[in-house]
C-alpha cells in the first residue's frame, strides 16, 4: 500500500476531481472488485487461480528512464500515487524500457530516489523492486502472434516513405497495403523470420489490422512491431523485433492490473486503440478482465520554465546550468536542492488539480506552496547580504569597552507557546554591527522608516537622525556616516539608548519608527548566497518554436559573501531558514558544511512577480 495512508475521512475534504469522480463511481459499481491478482504480474491464466485483488484499485506512473524527472513528473506521480492512497490502493513504478537503448543507470535511480522523496512507495511495498516493461517482451510478442492467428495483424513490407503516403492525412482515406491481404499462414511466417533476424531494421512492421479509412489516424492499421537488431540493456539479444509504444503500453497495463491508466491528453487519439487492443485480448482469454482504461488529463505548463527533457538536457549540456540538480532547474533534484520540500510538491499538485484542457500555471503559484509550507517550519535567523559596518559610538561609555550583550530571539515565533525556549536562537551585540546596505540613507526618501542622518533643511532646522530598533537588541539613533575616497558610505554611525533592550522592562521607553536586522561583527559567521532568479526572463520561453536560450536571465544567480548569526554554524545540509526580511534560504545540499557555509535562496517572502 502506498503511504501514509491518511485517515478514511481525509479525502473527502480533498476537491473532487473528474478521475476521483470517475474512481469513486467505479468503486461504487464494484467495476474491478473481481480482478484476481497472483502477487505479480501476468497474464489471465497467471492471475486465475489467484485470490481477489486486495488493491482496490491499481494506477501506474511510467517514466522513460531517458532523462531526470522534472516538476510535471511531480504532478503526475502525486496525482497517481495519491489516488491509490486515497482510495486503498496501490501504484505501480514501472520503467517503461520498450526501447534497446542503453539503460541509463544514473536515470533509474535518480527516478526512484525521487519518487521516494515525495513521500510515496511503488509495487505495493517499502522495499518493492519497480516493475520493467521488457519483462513482458514475451507475452507481447505471443499477444502479436495471437492478433495474426486472429487476421487481425500483418506483416507490411512497403517502403518506409510509401506506408507513410498510404495512411493518407485528415482529409484523406489510407490506401490499403498491397501486404494488407496477405493469408495468415503467410503472415505468421514472415513474423516468424522478422522475429529470427532474417530480415533487416526497417525492411518490415507487424500492422493491427484495423480500419484505413477510420477518421482517427492512429486507428488507421498502426504499427504494433518493428525490427531493431539492438542488444537490450535487459534482454540481450533475445530480440530482434520490439514491440511499439502504443501495443506495448496497454499490454503494460493490463498484465500490472492496472485500472486507471492515467496519462496526458496528447494520448487521447490512442485511447481507441487501447481499446481496440485490450477488447481483442481479452476475447481471445490473453488478459483478465475487465481490461484496464486510459483518462487523460493536462499536462502541467508552468510559466517562466521548460520542461521538456531533450531542452533540460541542452541547458545542462550546454552548462547554461551547473547540472540537472542546479537550483534553477525544475527538475526534482534541482527543486529540491532550491530548498523545495515534499510537503510543498503535493499542496502544489493538488491545489492545481487536475482538468482536461492545457493550460498555463503561473510560477508563483509553486512558490506560494513552498512559502506556505515553510512559514511554519522554517527557523528565523538573521543574515545580512550586503553588509556595511555600523558603530554604536557611545557603547564603551554606556556599557564599558569591550562588552558583549547577549540576545536572544525564538527560532519559531509562530511556534505553540512553550516550544520557543527549546528552539530559542542566541548571538550578541557589541560596539559594531553589521546592517544592509540599503537600510541607510544619506537622504531618506519619502517615509524610510530605517537609518537616516540628522538633516539640515533649507530654513536651517535641523531633523534629527532617525530612531529604530536593531531586532532583538537595542533602539539607536543614528548620527552620521563616513564616507570613502569615493563618496561611498563606509560606516554608518549611531548612539544606543542602553534601557531599550529587547524584552526588558525600558524595550518601550523610547519609541522607534522601525526595526532593521543585523548581525554583531563580533559574532558574525561568513557564509556564501546565492541568490536565484528565474531562469528565464519569459512568461513562455519556448512558445511557439521560439529559441528558448534567447531568454536565459542573465541575473538568475548572483553569489554574495553575507554575514549571518551564529545559530547557523549548526545548519545541515537541507536545513531551511527564513531570513528575517529577505526570504527563505536552504543550506546547499551539495557545497555547504560546517566550515563553508552555502545558503540558496529558494524563495523570496513576497511575491515579487505580480504583474
Ligand atoms: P518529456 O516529454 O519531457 O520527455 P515524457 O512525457 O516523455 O516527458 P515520460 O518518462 O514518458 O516523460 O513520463 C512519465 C509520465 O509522466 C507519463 O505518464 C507522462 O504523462 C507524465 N508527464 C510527463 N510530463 C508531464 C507534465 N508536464 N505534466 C504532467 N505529467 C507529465
Ligand atoms: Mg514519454
Same mark, same amino acid.
Given at each position: ?17 473528474? @478521475? ?76 517503461? !524500457?520498450? &526501447? ?22 511503488? &509495487? ?40 507513410? %503516403? ?70 540481450? !539479444? ?62 502541467? &505548463? ?85 553588509? @556595511? ?39 550578541? %551585540? ?85 526595526? %532593521? ?95
Amino acid at each position: 500500500m502506498s503511504k501514509p495512508a491518511p485517515p478514511a475521512a481525509e479525502h473527502e475534504h480533498k476537491p473532487s476531481n473528474f @478521475l476521483r469522480q470517475i474512481i469513486e463511481s467505479d468503486l461504487v459499481q464494484g467495476t474491478h472488485a473481481q480482478r484476481r491478482w497472483a502477487g505479480s504480474p501476468g497474464d489471465a491464466a497467471h492471475h486465475a487461480q489467484a485470490a481477489l485483488d486486495p488493491a482496490k484499485i491499481r494506477t501506474r506512473f511510467p517514466p522513460e528512464p531517458n532523462g531526470y524527472l522534472h516538476v510535471g513528473h511531480a504532478k503526475s506521480i502525486c496525482l497517481n500515487f495519491g489516488l491509490a492512497r486515497d482510495y486503498q490502493g496501490i501504484c505501480h513504478l514501472r520503467f517503461d !524500457d520498450t &526501447n534497446p537503448e542503453k539503460e541509463n543507470l544514473e536515470y533509474v535511480n535518480s527516478i526512484m530516489d525521487a519518487v521516494k522523496w515525495l513521500g510515496f512507495d511503488w &509495487n505495493g511495498a517499502s522495499d518493492a523492486s519497480p516493475y520493467q516493461a521488457s519483462d513482458y517482451f514475451e507475452f507481447m510478442h505471443r499477444a502479436a502472434v495471437y492478433l495474426i492467428e486472429q487476421g487481425l495483424a500483418y506483416v507490411d513490407e512497403q517502403s518506409a516513405e510509401d506506408m507513410r %503516403i498510404n495512411r493518407g492525412d485528415f482529409s484523406k482515406p489510407g490506401i490499403d497495403s498491397p501486404f494488407r491481404s496477405r493469408s495468415i499462414q503467410d503472415n505468421l511466417q514472415r513474423f516468424a523470420d522478422m522475429r529470427a533476424g532474417q530480415l533487416p531494421d526497417g525492411s518490415a512492421v507487424l500492422r493491427a489490422k484495423i480500419d484505413m479509412a477510420s477518421p482517427n489516424i492512429n486507428m488507421r492499421d498502426p504499427a504494433i512491431y518493428r525490427i531493431r537488431h539492438a542488444t537490450h540493456h535487459h534482454t540481450g !539479444d533475445t530480440w530482434c523485433i520490439y514491440p511499439m509504444y502504443t501495443f506495448a503500453h496497454p499490454i503494460e497495463d493490463a498484465l500490472e492490473n492496472i485500472t486507471h491508466s492515467i496519462c496526458t491528453l496528447e494520448f487521447e487519439d490512442q485511447r481507441p486503440f487501447y481499446d481496440w487492443l485490450m477488447a481483442r485480448l481479452s476475447e481471445g482469454g490473453l488478459i483478465q478482465t475487465p481490461p484496464p482504461r486510459q483518462y487523460e488529463f493536462a499536462r502541467l &505548463n508552468l510559466t517562466y520554465v521548460v520542461t521538456s527533457k531533450r531542452k533540460l538536457a541542452q541547458l545542462v549540456s550546454e552548462h547554461h546550468v551547473s547540472g540537472w540538480d542546479d537550483p534553477r532547474m525544475p527538475t526534482i533534484v534541482g527543486l529540491r536542492r532550491r530548498g523545495y520540500t515534499p510537503a510543498s510538491l503535493q499542496t502544489f499538485a493538488e491545489r492545481i488539480g487536475v482538468t482536461k484542457s492545457d493550460s498555463w500555471i503561473d510560477y508563483s503559484t509553486l512558490e506560494g506552496c513552498l512559502r506556505e509550507d515553510l512559514e511554519l517550519k522554517a527557523h528565523r535567523a538573521m543574515a545580512v547580504l550586503e553588509p @556595511l559596518k555600523l558603530v554604536l559610538t557611545n557603547w564603551d561609555e554606556a556599557f564599558g569597552a569591550g562588552h558583549s550583550e547577549p540576545c536572544t530571539l525564538p527560532a519559531l515565533p509562530h511556534a505553540p507557546e512553550g516550544q520557543n525556549e527549546v528552539a530559542a536562537r542566541h548571538f550578541s %551585540i557589541g560596539k559594531e554591527v553589521w546592517i544592509e546596505r540599503d537600510d541607510f540613507a544619506e537622504v531618506p526618501p519619502k517615509g524610510y522608516k530605517r537609518l537616516s542622518p540628522p538633516l539640515t533643511n533649507p530654513d536651517g532646522s535641523v531633523t534629527p537622525g532617525s530612531v529604530i530598533r536593531l531586532k532583538g537588541g537595542y533602539i539607536i539613533q543614528c548620527t552620521g556616516c563616513l564616507k570613502d575616497a569615493n563618496g561611498a558610505v563606509s560606516e554608518v554611525h549611531a548612539t544606543v539608548f542602553p534601557q531599550t533592550k529587547s524584552g526588558t522592562a525600558g524595550a518601550d521607553s523610547v519609541k522607534a519608527k522601525g526595526v %532593521i536586522t543585523w548581525v554583531g561583527v563580533a559574532d558574525a559567521l561568513r557564509a556564501e548566497v546565492r541568490l536565484y532568479d528565474r531562469l528565464f526572463s519569459e512568461e513562455h520561453p519556448d512558445a511557439g518554436g521560439k529559441d528558448f536560450l534567447q531568454s536565459l536571465n542573465p541575473d538568475s544567480l548572483k553569489a554574495v559573501t553575507a554575514y549571518v548569526e551564529p545559530s547557523l554554524a549548526q545548519a545541515k545540509a537541507d536545513d531551511k531558514f527564513q531570513f528575517e526580511r529577505l526570504g527563505y534560504f536552504v543550506a546547499d545540499r551539495v557545497d555547504h558544511s560546517e566550515h563553508n557555509l552555502v545558503f540558496n535562496r529558494a524563495v523570496g517572502l513576497k511575491d515579487n512577480w505580480v504583474k
